[in-house]
Nanobody
Framework: VQLQASGGGLVQAGGSLRLSCAAS????????VGWFRQAPGKEREFVAA????????NYADSVKGRFTISRDSAKNTVYLQMDSPKPEDTAVYYC??????????????????WGQGTQVTVSS
């Protein structure tokens, strides 16, 4: 499966933005999907994850209550709804997937499929 992230751009603090992660190549339905981000000079960090069934979600404390991850199996797409973003959310956002079932959500090295990044810039 290949991943294509999109939807990044410039948004004002307090606004909203929705990122998309579209899968191609094979069905996405057996894959857990995560969103990560990386700001300049910083390590890649976990943002949110959703299980293959969509029944379980997980969020970094820094985005809990503001961001929502969801998946649309019919469209083979996972979304990250970013509400009330803050300037500190500025980063390149990446989506990742795995079908192993053994990933540690917070650990990028345990996710084995990555899409290219999409830049999100939040202005104050």
């Amino acid at each position: 499966v290949q991943l294509q992230a999109s939807g990044g751009g410039l948004v004002q603090a307090g606004g909203s933005l929705r990122l998309s992660c579209a899968a191609s190549g094979r069905t996405f339905s057996n894959y857990a999907v995560g969103w990560f981000r990386q700001a300049p000079g910083k390590e890649r960090e976990f943002v949110a994850a959703v299980s293959w069934s969509g029944s379980r979600t997980n969020y970094a404390d820094s985005v809990k209550g503001r961001f929502t991850i969801s998946r649309d199996s019919a469209k083979n797409t996972v979304y990250l709804q970013m509400d009330s973003p803050k300037p500190e959310d500025t980063a390149v956002y990446y989506c990742a997937a795995t079908s192993t079932g053994t990933q540690r959500d917070y650990d990028p090295s345990t996710w084995n499929i990555w899409g290219q990044g999409t830049q999100v810039t939040v202005s104050s």
